[in-house]
């Protein structure tokens, strides 16, 4: 059990189903957090990703393309993953779309530093016309004819028809044929390294057991992500859940650590990230 002597740790996580369900547990106050009391910051994962890179928060979510320029002050947990084992991010489009032609379009992206937008990028082997657009207003945004296409996230890959929207491609797919079958490696959870050893384990432990209870407690866990998912209905939301709250979010295993270690080079190669050595809690 925590107390309130000590500073609290602050742990960013999205506003959205996958997160909420893994962080069920610390917010329930389920699983044992430590010493140390636990504040939960809330907020989009580019917002989260750009105060990591200023070594904000003591854990938080962060993309596995930022994570190339986090790895000197953050190290990966081996748990908490968000991978697209064969399905991924998707683009949309209104109408129908040879995915070729997405180079010449201008695309509404959730952020620069988001592992969709390095998928996206290593897909077209080119610079990309974008606008930045809240995740969760992108499909608006194509509808709507302020943007061509949009790169989506989050329940979008689930929910884009009923905007009236075409899938035009899924990168997930992509990536699980160029990679010779590993997942697309997404998000994770980091943890800030000057905290030392043993309070990266302890906060570590703290978070498998929050991911272990929710997916031992499926129900219960569901109904409180389903607040975090913006009108999804019951099978929806466990569909969703259900794609990036899996074996792998309890370890990313060694097929998991070669999708992060293969996604990153590819991004480092095509010179868009620079090369780094991911740093893991032991």
Known sequence: MSTTSA?????????????????????????DTGPRPVEQVLEDIESLNR???AGELEVTAVSIHAYAYLADRY??????ASMGDGYGPIVVAREDLPPQSLGSLTIAIPGTLTSAYLALRLYLEQEITYRIVPFDRILDEVASGRADAGLVIHE?????????????????????GRSGGLPLPLGGNAVRRDLGPETMRTLTRMYRDSIAYALSHRPEALAYAKAFGRGLDDPTNDRFVGMYVNELTLDYGDRGRRAIARFLEEGAAAGIVPPVEVAWVG
């Open 156 to 176: 979008g890959q689930l929910t884009f028809a009923q905007a009236g929207l075409r899938k035009v491609l899924d990168l997930g797919v992509w990536w699980h």
């Open 75 to 80: 190290a990966l947990m081996p748990c908490g």
């Open 7 to 31: 500073p609290p740790v602050r742990i960013g996580h999205s506003p959205d189903p996958d997160d909420a369900f893994m962080y069920y547990a610390i917010a329930k106050g389920l699983v």
């Open 51 to 53: 105060r990591a890179l």
